[in-house]
């Protein structure tokens, strides 16, 4: 186990970190209050080579690494959780391509998503009753001349309108022929295609500025190009890309947990009782104490994840599961311990912890529920 920063680990850690200090966080609530989508933030985060930090430099990527990207995304979502997550869900899409997509898919789309042309990749695999089980996936794809014809909806997607392409899971399988998890193919949709709706953004109770919207495709053609990978092989991509998603939403949680500790560090100082800081209070003191704490042994998970993924050594879908349940799970607590130090100021919108715990509630939802994560790990251990 590596314990030291590589210089190129390092040097990410400090352009991001000064990056969101200059451009980020001190416009985090606004974007929040506003419901505004990040895009010059963005598009500074794509100068700096964050999003395709772990794609290859010919492909306009950082080619840094996986433990870097984690580094990262610990430090963007410290200053604004919505817009990390869009780059974490736009180096999700770029990954996946640049593992499944041909040459041409790859140099069609990967430069576009690495410089800021396209704003943001999505992600189109959830389905009003497809979350959890992909198996569920209702939306079809059925071929004709030159290509196929989507038709379905899919819910929950992070820049449905305002991606560039979005990866859209379908079944390539006929309805007497339904085989589950299996018969589900992926297929590449550019922004503007005729037939696909965007809906209604959703009224989320945190990361008020990522978009979330649900999709209908009426008979949208996308031509032969446009299949990613093979026919039938979509479940294999949806799982490869949950396992290296699920690094990025512990990142996400452990940097969104840091900054409300940060805060309420800040806040006990010079908040004062009964004639002194209450900082000076043990109970204070053990608050901050076990957030620390629980932190760091989220921090250890996760870069544990992330280096058995750099190195590809083997599977690790196991400790991606483990980091992304104990992170998010962690760095609930850590955000209602920051909440309940800053007493009844924390529960208003003056003070940044009310944001951090709105948004750090939903890391224990998305790329996978705590609950389908402890299925991962517990299966891992009896099989």
Request: include cysteine.
């Amino acid at each position: 186990m590596q314990f030291e920063l590589t210089e190129t680990q390092a040097m990410v850690v400090k352009s991001t970190r000064e990056f969101v200090e200059r451009e980020l966080k001190p416009v985090a609530a606004a974007l929040d209050r506003e419901r505004r989508f990040p895009t010059e933030q963005l598009k500074g985060l794509a100068e700096l080579g964050l999003m395709g930090v772990n794609l290859p430099a010919s492909l306009g990527g950082a080619e840094a690494g996986v433990v870097a990207y984690s580094l990262a995304m610990i430090e963007v979502a410290r200053g604004c959780a919505s817009t990390a997550v869009t780059m974490a869900v736009t180096n999700m899409v770029g990954e996946v391509l640049h593992r499944f997509g041909n040459e041409e898919q790859q140099e069609r789309y990967i430069p576009k998503l690495t410089s800021g042309e396209y704003v943001a990749g999505a992600f189109g695999l959830s389905e009003p009753g497809a979350g959890s089980d992909p198996g569920g996936i209702a939306t079809s794809a059925v071929r004709t001349d030159g290509g196929f014809l989507l038709n379905g909806q899919k819910q929950w997607i992070t820049s449905g309108s305002q991606a560039g392409v979005m990866i859209v899971w379908a079944r390539t399988d006929t309805p007497e022929e339904r085989l589950g998890n299996k018969g589900l193919s992926c297929f590449l949709v550019e922004r503007g295609t005729p037939g696909v709706e965007v809906g209604k953004h959703e009224e989320k109770l945190g990361l008020c500025a990522s978009e979330t919207v649900p999709l209908t495709f009426h008979d949208c053609f996308v031509p032969e190009r446009a299949l990613l990978g093979d026919i039938g092989a979509g479940f294999k991509v949806a799982m490869m890309a949950l396992d290296g998603g699920r690094i990025g939403i512990a990142s996400q949680a452990i940097g969104i947990a840091t900054a409300a500790l940060e805060a309420a560090i800040l806040y006990s100082k010079e908040r004062k009782q009964f004639g002194q800081p209450i900082s000076e209070f043990q109970a204070i003191q053990w608050m901050i104490a076990d957030s620390k704490t629980e932190l760091e042994a989220a921090r250890l998970c996760t870069f544990r994840a992330a280096q058995l993924k750099e190195k590809g050594e083997r599977r690790f879908s196991r400790e991606a599961a483990i980091a992304k349940l104990f992170a998010s799970e962690s760095a609930w607590k850590i955000c209602d311990r920051a909440l309940q130090i800053h007493g009844g100021y924390g529960y208003v919108r003056d003070f940044p912890v009310e944001r951090h715990l709105r948004d750090v509630r939903v890391t224990r939802i998305y790329e996978g529920t705590s609950e389908v994560q402890r299925l991962v790990i517990a299966r891992s251990r009896l099989e």
